[in-house]
């Protein structure tokens, strides 16, 4: 017999880059959640049946961070492919709204974070250090 958990599609997650000239928004994931407790994140969330990403995007943050953003037109500025998720990550950089933990039972805090703080950070994925480097890199360049 096969473990359901094995045989079961990737989740689909959507997340922001969520910038605001030198600083990152993140979310840090409750110590009581059961995926990913006690570390920082990026907004977002899963792609629900029948929607499309980039849409997908606008919703998780209107729902986490009580913002709205345009939906966007071009590809990720990133992926993150690992066992049991695949995740799609987009720059935004304007939005309508102030930032506020709009969704407590998910997050006990968000912050703003400078590029030389994100190292000290017990963040979600290895690959999220490189890639936020990168992309501040790219924005100084």
Sequence with gaps: ???????????????????DGNRLLLC???????????VWDLPGGHVEPGELPAASLVREL????????????????????????????WLIETWTGTP???APNEHDAIA??????????????DGYLAMFTKAFAEQRA
């Design 62 to 89: 209107r729902e986490e961070l009580g913002i709205d953003v345009a939906q966007p037109t071009g590809p990720p500025m990133d992926e993150i492919h690992a066992d049991g998720f695949s995740m799609q990550i």
């Design 112 to 125: 703003w974070f400078a590029e030389d703080e994100l190292g000290e950070l017990r963040l979600a994925h």
């Design 1 to 19: 017999m096969s473990n359901p958990s094995q045989s079961a599609a990737p989740a689909h997650i959507v997340t922001a880059f969520l910038r």
């Design 28 to 38: 840090h994931r409750s110590a009581e959640r059961h995926r990913y407790p006690d």
């Design 100 to 102: 506020a933990n709009a």
